[in-house]
């Protein structure tokens, strides 16, 4: 989804994934992800930089509007979080908040990824515990735990969309 000049992607919203699977597995595919996404801005433009934002929690979604054209929303405090998380962040590093960093933990439980600790005065929630993460540093490791983050997931979502 779109909201103003930013992307907004979310993880685990297939019932078959969310349910059964580890937040753990689901927040570290998100963290590869988003870290992918900030090695290739980098490597298409040295001026283009960006900012990521993620926050982990419950969300409400659906269709918006009456007439044409309907619009699949997503909506909530998890929405407004994620955002803030983005437009606080520091371009080049990966934004969290502590839900987030607390549910890659069990994945991250040898310390190989480091969560910078960061308290930020954010708009609407006040002082937060965040972290900034480097994206570079959450990539050097996919190869050796490339089964164990991805691989549960990658056959959760055939198996949910019948593939």
């Known amino acids: 989804e779109t909201v103003g000049d930013a992307y907004m992607v979310a993880f685990g919203l297939l019932p078959e994934v969310r349910d059964d699977e580890d937040p753990s597995l689901i927040a570290m595919t998100a963290l590869r992800v988003a870290a992918s996404l900030q090695r290739a801005a980098a490597k298409m433009n040295d001026t283009i930089q960006i900012r990521i934002g993620l926050h982990l929690g419950d969300l409400m979604?659906?269709?918006?509007?009456?007439?044409?054209?309907?619009?699949?929303?997503?909506?909530?405090?998890?929405?407004?979080?994620?955002?803030?998380?983005?437009?606080?962040?520091?371009?080049?590093?990966?934004?969290?908040?502590?839900?987030?960093k607390v549910a890659c933990d069990p994945c991250n439980a040898l310390g190989h990824i480091s969560f910078e600790l960061c308290r930020r005065e954010i708009k609407g929630k006040g002082e937060m515990k965040t972290f900034l993460v480097d994206p570079e540093e959450v990539l050097r490791i996919r190869q050796a735990t490339s089964e164990l983050w991805l691989d549960p997931i990658k056959a959760r979502l055939r198996g949910a969309l019948g593939l």
């Open 61 to 100: 979604s659906g269709i918006m509007g009456k007439r044409a054209p309907l619009r699949y929303s997503l909506v909530g405090d998890t929405v407004n979080t994620a955002s803030r998380m983005e437009s606080h962040g520091v371009p080049g590093k990966i934004h969290v908040s502590e839900s987030f």
